[in-house]
């Protein structure tokens, strides 16, 4: 069992995980650091660094299935992404430890929702390639009020839905393979940070 208090949200996401396949962390991320996130992200699209999402693997825009506009993540671009970085390298190695998983790494991307903006139900993994495991959302969104909508809608194993409100230092974490969910239309703009740990890929013959 874990002995340090830093530890132990780790622990509860792990068990949330192997009992019903996700979960959710309201304040995992320092209020500083989900700060320092959202302005990153606000500023990259300020710069016209953020591009239109595609779908499938092939990344094609389709406006009417997703409205988000992204940009990816690299390791030396901030001090605010490496932060949030290694936290998630942390909870990697805890997935690993505890439930076997067998991630080797982390992809993620900034996301911007402008109003009006939304992405039908899907799952996260490509039909021919099974390397996302498990997805990881950072949601950066300080005030968010329920009559701003933009909730990740889940869809849950017994036939219910569950409804996250995208406030900011929540942490939303599920299995790729096995839970469908969207992102209902959002009145306001929307800032999230989301991402896949993903295992090894079958080598090619």
Not at 6 to 35: C, K, M, Y
Not at 179 to 187: F, G, I, Q, R, W
Request: net charge negative; proline share 6%.
């Amino acid at each position: 069992m874990p002995t340090d208090a830093h530890d132990l949200p780790l622990s509860n996401i792990v068990d949330d995980l192997a009992e019903q396949g996700w979960s959710l962390r309201p304040l995992f991320v320092p209020n500083a650091l989900t700060l320092e996130l959202a302005d990153e992200c606000r500023r990259r699209a300020a710069r016209g660094a953020l591009t239109p999402a595609g779908v499938g693997k092939a990344q094609e825009v389709r406006e009417g299935i997703r409205g988000d506009r992204i940009e990816w993540l690299d390791a030396g671009q901030s001090a605010a992404c490496d932060g949030y970085l290694a936290l998630l390298d942390e909870l990697r190695l805890a997935l690993n430890r505890e439930l076997f998983l067998g991630l080797e790494d982390y992809e993620s991307h900034f996301a911007l929702y402008p109003p009006g903006a939304f992405y039908q139900k899907h799952l996260d993994r490509f039909r021919d390639d099974d390397r996302r495991a498990v997805s990881v959302v950072l949601y950066l969104n300080p005030d968010w009020q329920p009559e701003h909508g933009g909730a990740l809608r889940l869809y849950l194993a017994d036939g219910s839905i569950r409804d996250i409100a995208p406030e900011a230092g929540s942490l939303v974490v599920f299995l790729s393979a096995e839970m469908l969910h969207e992102v209902l239309p959002t009145s306001r703009e929307r800032l999230s940070l989301t991402g896949w740990f993903r295992r090894r890929g079958a080598d090619p013959l």
